[in-house]
């Protein structure tokens, strides 16, 4: 008869080797180092004895995270479309409402902390208020919502304000579609193509007519 050849059962080690899957990261950048896990995951500093707060740091964090990544597609879309580069525009546009959608539903998670259970955290956060969201404001001001007033609660940090100021300044994208359409040929009037930024958009017939012609041609 021939032998038997019995093998020593595999450890997880063994199994992890066999798929070339690396352990050893003392020399070489982890997972961990590089998303800065270490900085990320010990940002939450609850001040109030509640259990919830931690839920309400994590939602406001991960949205502000969410909110950073939609700024940044939207300053290069608004970028593309005043180089006349529409297609990356529309995947940049695609993803930040997307975004949109995400920070929505992540409203859910916080749903579930109930009305006495933030007011047992609320004494803790001060003055503290998502309104003061530099970022949020800079979104606001990228989709044409302009309001000089809304500079204000910045004014107490300089980096801040210069960033929140520039988006308030800047086109928004509204803007860059009109000015594109009048490089196209249509006909937009100027006081919607060059103009200050930084006060409201007015509403236009001439700007409307201008939406009819590119409803009423489609392929071009």
Same mark, same amino acid.
């Given at each position: 008869?021939c032998?038997?050849?019995? @093998?020593?059962?595999?450890?997880?080690?063994?199994?992890?080797?066999?798929e070339?899957?690396?352990?050893?990261?003392?020399r070489?950048?982890?997972?961990?180092?590089?998303?800065?896990?270490?900085?990320?995951?010990s $940002?939450?500093k609850?001040?109030s004895? $509640?259990?919830d707060?931690m839920?309400?740091?994590?939602?406001h +964090?991960?949205?502000?995270?969410w909110?950073k990544?939609m700024?940044?597609e939207?300053h290069a !879309?608004i !970028?593309?479309?005043?180089?006349?580069e529409?297609q990356?525009?529309?995947k940049?546009l695609?993803?930040?409402?997307?975004?949109?959608? +995400?920070l929505?539903?992540?409203?859910d998670?916080?749903?579930?902390m109930t009305?006495?259970e933030?007011?047992?955290?609320?004494p803790?956060?001060a003055?503290s @208020?998502?309104? +003061? @969201?530099?970022q949020y404001?800079c979104?606001e001001f990228a989709m044409?919502?302009?309001n !000089?007033?809304?500079l204000?609660?910045h004014?107490h940090?300089?980096?801040?304000?210069?960033?929140v100021?520039?988006?308030?300044?800047?086109?928004?994208l509204?803007?860059?579609?009109?000015r594109l359409?009048a490089?196209?040929?249509?006909t937009?009037p100027?006081?919607?193509?060059?103009r200050?930024?930084?006060?409201?958009?007015? $509403?236009?017939?001439?700007?409307?007519?201008?939406?009819? +012609?590119v409803?009423?041609n489609?392929?071009?």
């Amino acid at each position: 008869m021939c032998p038997h050849t019995h @093998s020593e059962p595999q450890t997880p080690e063994d199994i992890v080797r066999e798929e070339g899957a690396q352990l050893d990261f003392s020399r070489d950048m982890s997972y961990g180092d590089y998303l800065q896990l270490d900085s990320i995951l010990s $940002a939450q500093k609850p001040l109030s004895p $509640a259990h919830d707060e931690m839920l309400f740091i994590v939602q406001h +964090q991960t949205s502000e995270l969410w909110m950073k990544l939609m700024l940044h597609e939207l300053h290069a !879309a608004i !970028a593309h479309i005043a180089a006349d580069e529409l297609q990356p525009a529309f995947k940049m546009l695609a993803r930040v409402s997307k975004i949109m959608e +995400q920070l929505v539903h992540a409203w859910d998670v916080l749903a579930t902390m109930t009305p006495p259970e933030y007011s047992a955290l609320r004494p803790y956060l001060a003055q503290s @208020s998502g309104f +003061q @969201s530099h970022q949020y404001r800079c979104i606001e001001f990228a989709m044409g919502n302009k309001n !000089a007033a809304m500079l204000k609660p910045h004014a107490h940090s300089p980096e801040r304000l210069a960033v929140v100021q520039a988006a308030y300044e800047a086109p928004s994208l509204y803007d860059e579609a009109l000015r594109l359409l009048a490089r196209r040929g249509i006909t937009v009037p100027t006081s919607h193509t060059d103009r200050d930024w930084t006060q409201p958009y007015e $509403a236009s017939d001439a700007v409307e007519q201008a939406w009819l +012609q590119v409803y009423r041609n489609p392929k071009e």
